[in-house]
């Protein structure tokens, strides 16, 4: 009789675990999940080294080595982007800060240029130096919570991660209609990402993230691979060394470092 006592005992356990996480799963919104996703992705100050490929149709690719500094003050994050090879690009120089109202300020130098030259609003949908990724998407490939209406429409494993599937129908100036974004629901980390046309039904592109890993105590995808509907071409971005939360000079950030690329 103990032993069936415990077996029951045991069982009556199990079930109320499954029953509490069922209702931990029930209590989520697509606005409290995609709240989650924003925290991950939210750090002090990063470094990050980079390889871009684009990558034609017919498979050929060219690559690009970079390096990206980003810095949050007050909530607010700023991106510097630094192309370091090949030499038909080294040295272009992208600055996005981002506003209080939630849009962004983007700036960009060109060395052939040798100048530096702000991004337009209407600008922020075209190509980010020939890849699959716009202006704006250098900003953020994700809505904030409170930049959109995201709606929890389902459930689904993809490539063995269980995931919540995010609608997103932007409450502000977007170049798409709507995203629908799959999130692990471990790690919180966006790894499939579906753009759609403004009128909601046509698919732009679609942004898949790979190779989850902890880099000190935080999760990242290290690549992440946009491809464009209309013509099949790619952009992989891949991280080679990532650093989080380290000190790095606020002067990096300005209009005279991106003219110069000196500290002054």
């Known amino acids: 009789m103990r032993k069936i006592s415990v077996v029951r005992s045991f069982t009556l356990v199990f079930a109320l675990s499954c029953l509490a996480l069922t209702f931990a799963f029930s209590q989520q919104t697509g606005a409290s999940i995609m709240h989650e996703v924003m925290e991950v992705q939210v750090s002090d100050s990063s470094a990050l080294d980079i390889k871009l490929t684009l990558i034609d149709p017919n498979g050929s690719e060219r690559e690009r080595r970079l390096q990206t500094l980003t810095l949050t003050e007050n909530g607010l994050t700023k991106t510097l982007t630094v192309f370091l090879s090949p030499s038909s690009v080294k040295n272009t120089r992208f600055l996005t800060i981002e506003k209080q109202e939630g849009s962004n300020d983007q700036w960009i130098y060109l060395p052939s240029l040798g100048r530096v ?36 429409i389902g459930e689904e494993m993809l490539d063995g991660n269980n995931c919540f599937i995010v609608e997103s129908k932007p409450t502000v100036s977007s170049e798409y209609g709507k995203t629908v974004t799959w999130v692990d629901k471990v790690t919180y980390l966006p790894l499939k990402v579906v753009f759609y046309e403004k009128d909601s039904v046509s698919v732009v592109k679609t942004l898949i993230g790979e190779d989850s890993t902890k880099i000190g105590t935080k999760w990242v995808t290290k690549t992440l691979t946009m491809t464009t509907a209309a013509t099949n071409h790619s952009t992989r971005i891949e991280i080679l060394q990532a650093k989080f939360d380290i000190p790095i000079d606020s002067r990096f950030f300005t209009i005279p470092f991106m003219e110069t690329g000196r500290l002054l």
């Open 117 to 152: 030259k702000r991004i337009a609003a209407q600008e922020e949908g075209g190509s980010f130096m020939g890849s699959d990724f716009t202006y704006a998407d250098m900003g953020s490939t994700t809505y904030d919570d409170d930049q959109a209406e995201h709606i929890l």
